[in-house]
Structures are given as structure tokens and as C-alpha cells.
């Protein structure tokens, strides 16, 4: 599952990368810096798997990931192939999710393509490329589907339904997964299409230092225009990020912090907002050689959990053993919490909930 870092170029999109990966995805003053889109294993920052550290003093510890992609920046016209716009629009029908990257912040000294800083301006300008490229695919869609239906296939006529209130909404600038179409539809006959304003989105606002805390208008401005989209607002200072991930140790980051008024680096929210974008969440194993957050899709079964370790755990499951994470972190161990009788055995219909801690019986 991979999330892709997308906006109008200069606006901070590889320095943002760079933070989160460590990569060093080149960052130049100028646009289509970046041409091939570097991809970043990036570990998801959770307090529950420092904690289960500390208790369970483990040989080592491994955190969850997630695939964060930087694409290259869209231009106007990108959708008719302006800039590099079709290798960049392909490479975002590739992601699961979008983290779209918008200027807030003054600064005569970079560059802005538009001539000047507008968040709202440039989050349509994104859009409409978008919107202009899943206008192509409905389209190409419906003139195999209306053959059919014409033909009085009702599972064709039923399609062609679904294809038109898509093209009628993209072409009155309406992204395709703000589009009021009922579940079964959507999983039926708009997923398979994979329609680039359909993925989740997660905007964020880039803003200087002095707005890192508390925004600034340009993120009021983006929060109000979202607000339909029903998505998240991020507010992220991306050029103090970069500083504080250059300092050497932690105490020398938290300190800088502090300075600004934050508990935690901006970056660490956004790979969560990501994780919880893309559909995602962990359990955890946790012994004295490992402890390891494991990363599954929401609503997985305890046999499709087991299965990220090794396909034969699953094929072979028997039953799992269950310690919610909040009566682990309570009873300090794992004897003490059966002697407190928290223990639960699950069988192959449990759903497995974010912070389990969980050991597999199975027989291959």
C-alpha cells in the first residue's frame, strides 16, 4: 500500500519526502526536479511499540511501515501531457492514497509557477488535472458499456447509470469520490476503474515556522474549501522539519521542539494520517527476540493477520491467543495478565482490533 506525495511543483514536495524517509530525494529552486518518483520505506511512529520495549526488553523491535511515493510536480495542461504530465498522472494511479501538498507560506526568494502564493488556486489547478484525466477514462468506459446496453443487458444499463453520474459530476468539477454513488456500486463498477480522484486524500499545508503551531489564513482558507471533501488538513512547517531531522540526537530535536510549541514532530502526525489513509492498522508480537508491529487492513480476520507473517500461519490457523494492548500495558507482562485472566482465545472469525497483541497456534 503506498501513499503519493502530489502538488504544483516548488511547494515542498521532496523536502517533505525527504523528512519523512530520510531519503535524499534531490530538492532544487525549479520545477521536474524530481522525474523518476522516488519511493521511501517510512516506520510508523507508535508509542504502544515503545512501551511493549520497555516491558518486554526484547533482542529488537520493528516498527510498521508504509510506502510514501514522491511524484514529480503537475502542471496546467498536465492532463493533456504539459510538463512530464502523463508519466507523473501514471504514476499516481499507482498509489492507494494521495497526500496532496499545498503552499501556505510567503517567500519572495522560491519560485511559485503561478507568480504568486493562492493554496486554493493551486488545489483546483491539481484537481482539474485529475479530474480531466478520469474524464478520459469514464469516457473510453462508457462507449463499451452503452454497446452493451443498448443491447438491453440490465447489468450494462445498470453500469452505464453508475458512468454517467461520474462524467456528469468530474465535468462540473466534482471529484469522483465526492460523488453520491451507493456502496455496492462503487465496489462493483467504480473500483475496477481506478479513477485518480477517487483515492483518499490528505492535504497538507505547508507553512512557515511562525505557523507551525497554530496555521495561518492560507490553512483557514484550505480547511474551509475541504470541508465538503470530509478530508483531514495537516498543518506542517516542511522547511523546520527538514531542519530538526538534520539535528544528531534526540534530545537536541525535542529541544527544538519545545521551542516551537510542539510534542512531536509535524512529520510524525502525517505518517500516521497516511497509515490511517491508506485503510490501515497494527497488532503486535511481542518476545523476547521480537517485539514487531504488524501491519494489516482494517477488519482483518485473525487467520488474514496471521498470514502477514507467513502464508502457512494461515492456511494452518488453529486459534489465536489475544492480550488487548491496554491490559498488556497494565499487568506489565504476559503471565501476569492470564493470571488476571485477560487472555482471550479467538478462533478464525475474530476481528482483529489495532493494538492486539497476539501469538498464533497453527498446524501445517
Not at 498522472?89 to 522560491?110: K, M, P, S
Not at 502564493?117 to 452503452?146: A, C, F, G, H
Not at 483531514?232 to 534530545?251: F, H, K, M, R, S
Request: glycine share 8%; aromatic share 6%.
Amino acid at each position: 500500500m503506498k501513499a503519493g506525495i502530489v502538488g504544483l511543483p516548488n511547494v515542498g514536495k521532496s523536502t517533505l519526502f525527504n523528512c519523512l524517509s530520510n531519503a535524499k530525494a534531490q530538492s532544487a529552486n525549479f520545477p521536474f526536479c524530481t522525474i523518476e518518483p522516488n519511493i521511501g520505506v517510512v516506520n510508523v511512529p507508535d508509542g504502544r511499540l515503545e512501551k511493549l520495549e520497555e516491558l518486554v526488553s526484547p533482542e529488537r523491535v520493528l516498527p510498521a511501515t508504509v510506502d510514501i511515493v514522491d511524484i514529480a510536480g503537475l502542471v496546467k495542461g498536465a492532463s493533456k501531457g504539459e510538463g512530464l504530465g502523463n508519466q507523473f498522472l501514471g504514476n499516481i494511479r499507482e498509489t492507494d492514497a494521495i497526500l496532496h501538498v499545498l503552499r501556505c507560506f510567503d517567500n519572495d526568494n522560491i519560485v511559485h509557477v503561478d507568480g504568486s502564493v493562492d493554496p486554493i488556486r493551486d488545489k483546483e489547478t491539481i484537481d482539474m488535472e485529475l479530474q480531466l484525466k478520469d474524464l478520459e477514462t469514464v469516457d473510453k468506459k462508457l462507449e463499451k458499456v452503452k454497446k452493451a446496453s443498448r443491447t438491453g443487458n440490465k447489468d450494462a444499463q445498470k453500469e452505464e447509470a453508475v458512468l454517467v453520474a461520474i462524467k456528469t459530476g468530474l465535468e462540473s468539477g466534482t471529484s469522483v469520490r465526492a460523488i453520491e454513488i451507493s456502496e455496492d456500486d462503487r465496489a462493483e463498477f467504480v473500483k475496477p476503474l481506478q479513477f485518480i480522484t477517487d483515492k483518499p486524500v490528505l492535504y497538507v499545508c505547508n507553512v512557515d515556522e511562525g505557523a507551525a503551531v497554530s496555521g495561518n489564513a492560507y490553512v483557514e482558507k484550505v480547511k474551509e474549501n475541504v470541508a465538503v471533501e470530509n478530508a483531514e488538513v495537516i498543518v506542517l512547517a516542511v522547511g523546520t522539519e527538514a531542519d530538526i531531522t538534520e539535528l544528531e540526537t534526540y534530545e537536541e530535536r525535542q529541544m527544538f521542539l519545545e521551542d516551537l510549541g510542539l510534542d512531536e514532530p509535524g512529520s510524525a502526525k502525517l505518517i500516521r494520517g497516511a497509515y490511517k489513509l491508506l485503510n490501515l492498522e497494527t497488532y503486535f508480537t511481542a518476545g523476547e527476540k521480537e517485539v514487531r508491529a504488524w501491519t494489516i487492513p482494517v477488519g482483518a480476520t485473525a487467520p488474514q493477520a496471521a498470514g502477514v507473517i507467513h502464508t502457512d500461519f494461515e492456511k494452518g490457523f488453529i486459534r489465536a491467543e489475544v492480550i488487548g494492548y491496554e491490559d498488556y500495558a497494565t499487568y506489565g507482562s504476559e503471565a501476569k495478565v492470564k493470571e488476571a485472566g485477560k487472555m482471550r482465545v479467538e478462533g478464525k472469525e475474530y476481528i482483529v482490533k489495532d493494538g492486539d497483541v497476539m501469538h498464533f497456534r497453527f498446524n501445517v
